[in-house]
């Protein structure tokens, strides 16, 4: 998976691309903690480049949330595919990781 980023004033927006799985996961995990600890804990996930996420993306995605949100941070996730919004209905997680339909709608109000 290929992961780049965009970065305002006000948060960071990653942009997975591919395979959101057990092998890219740890790497995506790590990057977000990093930028967590370097004081960016407004991070929105754009979603539209993921074809496929399986329980270790969405762990990923978990983990890296409460990472965000213990320094009074937030993770949103945004524009996810049919196979992500699947995955993410399936398994609730929907309710914690809300989709946006927009990475603007999901930095709205920051």
Wanted: aromatic fraction near 4%; glycine fraction near 8%; hydrophobic fraction near 50%.
């Amino acid at each position: 998976m290929e992961l780049t980023e965009n970065r305002t004033d006000r948060y960071v927006v990653l942009m997975p691309k591919g395979k959101f799985n057990l092998i890219s996961a740890p790497s995506a995990k790590a990057h977000i903690d990093a930028l967590v600890a370097a004081g960016q804990s407004r991070i929105v996930v754009d979603l539209s480049g993921v074809d496929f996420i399986d329980s270790s993306g969405l762990g990923a995605l978990i983990g890296a949330l409460k990472s965000a949100r213990l320094a009074s941070g937030d993770v949103r996730i945004a524009a996810a595919g049919e196979q992500v919004r699947a995955v993410l209905s399936l398994t609730n997680l929907d309710r914690i990781l809300v989709p946006f339909e927009t990475v603007e709608a999901a930095a709205h109000g920051w």
